[in-house]
């Protein structure tokens, strides 16, 4: 039976990985922060009774910035692939937290390869990095492949390009299986929700159900080359399976503006927007319901009104400095590892809206009701 350990496995990527890496037989190890409430909700499902016989799921405590955690999983497992997908992953929180990303992000890539090295496993692991389309940044030349100059934009993208190029070292140096997926944004219903795909999907449900007035968000005109993390995993997968250890571009080739984003997620659920001003006074309004849709969604539509501000830009999302266009080059990818995508933009943003809609009618349902959760602190 194959080992994999999978960081970062309490997020979305690390919960469709670990998920398909289970259908495909292999024993997987996941690597969970310890916090003070659960952080596993994407993973419950999964879970196994550590009592049980034949289980073929675990998880162990430890953290991207603690080697000797590492070394000590790392030793007890003796995996045969690592998905090295933990990361403080939020472009915009980086400019606030610098020093811990670089830590996280970048010294922590050096300390899973240096702890694959320590233990001799060179020959026997194959180590997959979480790479990323941020490290593009400030555009070169579009679409972006896996020969575009890099020109990273944040303190994220500074902390994946050390990353990036460390696992190229140890490839060159070691003759380690180590491999860099370059990941375009891909989304999911499982996507963190101050991201701005997940954020517009929550915030259209319940705008749509009455139960918020309207979505705040920073540069709309940002373009974003968006597929679907379930078909992204797949690709991690496959570029281990490789004769070669190399690095790929995994994109769709269609990029998208985060306004659109907005009007095809609102649209999903019958609700038409336009936007209208620049800048900081950019807003979307209302401009047709339709009842049909609406109807087919469960939703009433004397909660909307025509001619309503639903969106507005507020300047504290913008970042100090922005990747303004991302737009990949999947052929490399397609070519050689085979990789085919089975969502579309359109089935992700439906499949995100939805899952929005029907959680937050759990929300009106028991607002409805009259549930009120106890209050601890009166
Ligand atoms: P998430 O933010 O959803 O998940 C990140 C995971 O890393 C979580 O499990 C988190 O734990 C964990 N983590 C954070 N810091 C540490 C640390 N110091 N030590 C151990 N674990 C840590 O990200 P995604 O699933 O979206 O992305 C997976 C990886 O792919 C990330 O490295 C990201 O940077 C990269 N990437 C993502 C893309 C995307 O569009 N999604 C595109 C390209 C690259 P906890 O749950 O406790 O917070
Ligand atoms: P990104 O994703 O920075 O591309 O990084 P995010 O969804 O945060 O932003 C995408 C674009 O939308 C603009 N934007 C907003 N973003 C957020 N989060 N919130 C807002 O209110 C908002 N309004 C507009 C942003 O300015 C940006 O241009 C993601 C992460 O998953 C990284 O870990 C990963 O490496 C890259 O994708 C590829």
Same mark, same amino acid.
């Given at each position: 039976?194959?080992?994999?350990l %999978?960081?970062?496995?309490t997020?979305?990527d690390?919960a469709?990985?670990?998920?398909?890496?289970?259908?495909?037989?292999y024993?997987?190890h996941?690597l969970?922060?310890?916090?003070?409430s659960?952080n596993?909700?994407?993973?419950?499902?999964?879970?196994?009774?550590?009592?049980e016989?034949?289980?073929?799921?675990k998880?162990?405590?430890?953290?991207?910035?603690?080697s000797?955690?590492?070394?000590?999983?790392?030793?007890?497992i003796?995996?045969? !692939? %690592?998905y090295?997908?933990?990361?403080?992953?939020?472009?915009?929180v980086?400019?606030e937290?610098?020093?811990y990303?670089?830590n996280?992000?970048?010294?922590?890539?050096?300390?899973?390869?240096?702890?694959?090295?320590?233990?001799?496993?060179?020959?026997?692991?194959?180590?997959?990095?979480a790479?990323?389309?941020?490290?593009?940044?400030?555009?070169?030349?579009v @679409?972006?492949?896996?020969?575009?100059?890099f020109y990273?934009?944040?303190p994220?993208?500074? +902390?994946?390009?050390?990353?990036?190029?460390?696992?190229?070292?140890?490839?060159?140096?070691?003759?380690?299986? +180590?491999c860099?997926?370059?990941l375009?944004?891909h989304?999911?219903p499982?996507?963190?929700?101050?991201?701005?795909?997940?954020k517009i999907?929550?915030? +259209?449900a319940?705008?749509?159900?009455?139960?918020?007035?309207?979505?705040?968000?920073?540069?709309?005109?940002a373009q974003?080359?968006?597929?679907h993390?379930k078909?992204?995993i797949e690709?991690m997968?496959l570029i281990?399976q490789?004769?070669?250890p !190399?690095?790929?571009?995994i994109a769709?080739?269609?990029?998208t503006t985060?306004?659109?984003?907005?009007?095809?997620s609102f649209a999903?659920?019958?609700?038409?927007?336009?936007?209208s001003?620049k800048?900081?006074?950019?807003?979307?309004?209302?401009?047709?319901?339709d009842?049909?849709?609406?109807?087919?969604?469960?939703?009433?539509s004397?909660r909307l009104?025509?001619?309503?501000?639903?969106?507005q830009?507020? @300047?504290?999302?913008?970042?100090?400095? !922005?990747?303004?266009?991302?737009?990949?080059? @999947?052929t490399?990818?397609?070519t050689?590892?085979?990789?085919? @995508?089975?969502?579309?933009?359109?089935d992700?943003v439906?499949?995100?809206?939805?899952?929005?809609?029907?959680l937050?009618?759990?929300?009106?349902?028991?607002?409805?009701?009259?549930f009120k959760t106890l209050?601890?602190?009166?």
């Open positions: 039976m194959k080992v994999a %999978i960081t970062g496995v997020g979305q690390g469709y990985l670990a998920e398909f890496l289970l259908k495909k037989g024993f997987v996941g969970k922060r310890r916090s003070s659960f596993t909700d994407r993973i419950d499902h999964l879970y196994q009774d550590q009592h016989l034949n289980i073929r799921f998880l162990h405590y430890g953290d991207l910035t603690d000797t955690n590492l070394i000590r999983i790392i030793q007890e003796q995996p045969d !692939e %690592i090295n997908l933990a990361a403080m992953s939020h472009v915009h980086s400019f937290m610098p020093e990303t670089a996280a992000d970048g010294i922590g890539t050096l300390r899973l390869l240096e702890a694959v090295r320590i233990l001799g496993l060179t020959e026997k692991t194959k180590v997959y990095q790479s990323t389309s941020e490290l593009y940044g400030l555009v070169q030349a @679409p972006q492949s896996e020969t575009t100059p990273p934009r944040s994220y993208a500074v +902390a994946k390009m050390y990353a990036y190029w460390i696992t190229v070292n140890y490839r060159e140096a070691y003759g380690m299986f +180590a860099n997926g370059i375009f944004n989304e999911s499982l996507r963190g929700e101050t991201f701005v795909t997940r999907t929550r915030a +259209a319940k705008i749509a159900l009455g139960l918020q007035k309207c979505l705040y968000l920073g540069n709309l005109s974003r080359d968006w597929g993390a078909d992204y690709a997968w281990l490789q004769e070669k !190399e690095d790929f571009v769709t080739g269609i990029t985060v306004r659109d984003f907005v009007r095809m999903e659920l019958g609700i038409e927007i336009e936007f001003g800048d900081d006074n950019e807003k979307g309004v209302i401009i047709g319901l009842e049909e849709l609406l109807f087919q969604n469960g939703l009433k004397d009104f025509l001619g309503s501000t639903i969106v830009v507020d @300047p504290k999302y913008f970042r100090p400095t !922005e990747v303004d266009l991302l737009l990949g080059d @999947p490399k990818s397609k050689q590892l085979g990789w085919v @995508p089975k969502y579309d933009l359109p992700l439906k499949e995100m809206v939805i899952s929005d809609l029907h937050m009618k759990k929300d009106e349902y028991l607002k409805q009701g009259g209050n601890y602190f009166e």
